[in-house]
């Protein structure tokens, strides 16, 4: 997606919460960027929306620095639109 080398750097588990519900509960995916000048690491999972496959990737810049942090500025942003 941006034109450099990625390296898989670990999974991790997130629930996020709104409201006491759950608004997303999956697995995102870490890796480290080689060769992109804005962010040295990205966050990126996939999910089923009206049964098809889509993917989600945020880049580790701020206020983006955790797996929990990327789920939230990406439901924050999807809000938005």
């Known amino acids: 997606m941006h034109k ?3 390296r898989h750097v670990g999974s991790k588990r997130v629930i996020e919460l709104f409201r006491g519900k759950i608004a997303w509960d999956g697995v995102v995916e870490t890796f ?3 060769g992109y000048p804005q962010a040295k690491r ?3 999972w996939s999910f089923r ?5 889509k ?3 945020v880049l580790e810049l701020p206020p983006v620095d955790s797996p929990q942090n990327a789920v939230k ?3 924050a942003a999807e809000g938005r639109k």
């Open 42 to 44: 990205c966050y990126a």
């Open 49 to 53: 929306e009206n049964g098809e496959p």
């Open 73 to 75: 500025v990406a439901i």
């Open 4 to 6: 450099c080398k990625a």
């Open 32 to 34: 480290d960027l080689e």
């Open 55 to 57: 993917y989600t990737m």
